[in-house]
């Protein structure tokens, strides 16, 4: 842990200097460098970091929107993104001084620093009510809603930002039903739906928005709505598609869960009524 010791003490150091942004940047490389070093002992390197106080330095980083730049803030949120895999960076990362700034940091017009903030988000919130909690408080769920609307018509974008952003999303609204009714208001349902045929062949991005629709499900609210005629005819319109199969197994699960947690009988009537209505 020497060189990642060192590291840590010169970002510290460069902090409290005054350093460049670009001096920063070049410490927080070879902390994020360390990741990826053959035969590192990653959960060593999480728990070193914590134990060191690395969120704090990063929360120190974050609140310092005018000095730092956009590749300073992507190298920032990529690192978090690490510490995260774990629970206990989940749970350490699950602080207001983390969380808000990268929420606001969703908005930013450099997407390599969207990219990494949507994964440090996603994997903080997973299995994270805490995390998840400041995210509802803060605007968080309408923030990553309309970056998901934005990212629709955008071109050029790094590789899997849109499975990054909808694998965000996913994580956000698993078991959470206070994320997934705030989500059902802030029109999610219409995004998911545009994403599912315009993006058909992306098995990532469409495998995350069935598993999303199938944890809307879960609520009364996303039920009473997925359960209207034209969210199910959309569904259905899938089926006319060239699904793979890990994408078809998704669409049953979600017309499996729709049975399990809805009246049973009314789902049947409601689905047999709009294959005839297709089929005449």
Do not use: W
């Not at 730092?68 to 190298?75: G, K, M, Q, V």
């Not at 990362?93 to 606001?104: F, G, K, N, Q, T």
């Amino acid at each position: 842990m020497d060189e990642i010791s060192d590291q840590l003490y010169k970002l510290n150091l460069g902090i409290k200097e005054n350093k460049t942004s670009s001096e920063i940047q070049k410490i927080l490389m070879q902390i994020n460098k360390q990741f990826s070093t053959e035969g590192c002992d990653k959960k060593s390197v999480v728990e070193y970091l914590i134990k060191n106080g690395i969120v704090d330095t990063f929360s120190l980083i974050l609140k310092s929107r005018e000095r730092f730049s956009a590749s300073t803030f992507a190298l920032v949120a990529e690192i978090l993104a690490e510490v995260a895999k774990l629970d206990l960076g989940r749970q350490t990362c699950s602080d207001p001084a983390i969380v808000v700034p990268l929420l606001e940091l969703m908005s930013n017009n450099d997407t390599n620093v969207v990219l990494q903030v949507c994964r440090a988000l996603g994997n903080i919130c997973y299995d994270n009510d805490a995390a998840r909690s400041l995210v509802k408080e803060n605007n968080g769920v309408n923030r990553l809603i309309q970056l998901l609307r934005n990212l629709m018509e955008k071109e050029n974008l790094p590789e899997n930002m849109r499975t990054i952003a909808s694998g965000c999303l996913l994580n956000l609204t698993d078991t959470y039903e206070e994320i997934q009714d705030q989500a059902v208001d802030n029109g999610i349902l219409d995004v998911l739906l545009q994403y599912l045929m315009k993006f058909s062949s992306d098995e990532d991005v469409v495998t995350h928005c069935l598993l999303v629709l199938s944890c809307l499900a879960d609520s009364h609210k996303g039920r009473a709505k997925i359960l209207d005629k034209s969210v199910l005819s959309s569904l259905l319109s899938l089926l006319e598609k060239p699904l793979k199969d890990d994408i078809m197994d998704s669409l049953l699960e979600l017309f499996g869960n729709l049975c399990e947690n809805g009246n049973l009988r009314f789902f049947i009537y409601k689905f047999l009524s709009l294959i005839f209505t297709l089929c005449n």
